[in-house]
């Protein structure tokens, strides 16, 4: 069975404090590696797609690599509006393409 | 604004009730998808049409079903609702079906079951 296990659940920084989130998959075959980002009460937002390890994307304060295990999520000196849920999904080789979520890392960073 | 728009942002409703959520997707997507939310459970994939025609399920419930129209825009129905049911519902859509093929994801239906 598909999996994909966010890591840490939550998570405080203080403004400027540069830090990393993890996303673990374990699928028959990766297809894409997708990062959203969700604020309270919206949709998820999508980020990034990744398709193989070692393929590294950046946007603003925020970069994404993918290793043949896992994905993190690196955000270098966050605001207070980079708080937010950051969800990782993960497409397996097969007849779908539909993705296998993680359950998020909460990332609040204080001012 | 992703450009995906549901309709109602809020509904209540009791057990055993049926409800319709409705999404239109993004101009020029063709691929529907639904997800529920909770706060146990995470985001779960429910189902996929694409041009009108079912394309991929997933853990979706025998009370629940869906259906995408030809001008596109799709509904969720929900019968004999149960306590359990209370969830945001998400609808997303794509260009197409590929793994290249982002979704993006409409704000929502709050679902509250009492």
């Known amino acids: 069975e598909d999996q994909v296990t966010q890591s840490p659940e939550a998570l405080r920084l203080q403004e400027g404090e540069s830090s990393s989130l993890n996303c673990s998959y374990t699928v028959s075959g990766l297809r894409g590696l997708f990062w959203y980002r969700q604020d309270p009460g919206k949709g998820p937002e999508f980020l990034f797609t990744l398709y193989s390890a070692g393929e590294e994307k950046e946007k603003e304060r925020l970069k994404a690599t993918l290793t043949k295990k896992e994905s993190f999520l690196h955000i270098t000196a966050p605001k207070p509006e980079d708080s937010a849920t950051y969800l990782c999904a993960a497409v397996a080789s097969g007849g779908s393409y539909i993705p296998t979520f993680g359950r998020g890392t909460s990332l609040i960073v204080h001012p | 604004d992703s450009g995906v728009t549901q309709t109602p942002k809020h509904l209540i409703t009791a057990t055993g009730q049926r409800v319709t959520l409705r999404c239109s997707p993004r101009s020029g997507d063709l691929s529907v998808y639904w997800y529920q939310q909770s706060l146990d459970q995470g985001l779960q994939f429910l189902i996929q049409y694409y041009n009108g025609e079912e394309r991929a399920k997933g853990n979706i419930l025998e009370r629940f079903s869906a259906q995408q129209f030809p001008d596109l825009h799709s509904e969720l129905n929900l019968s004999s609702l149960e306590l359990g049911d209370s969830a945001l519902y998400f609808c997303?859509?794509?260009?197409?079906?590929?793994?290249?093929?982002?979704?993006?994801f409409g704000p929502g239906t709050r679902l509250t079951v009492l």
């Open positions: 997303a859509s794509s260009v197409g079906v590929g793994t290249y093929n982002e979704q993006f």
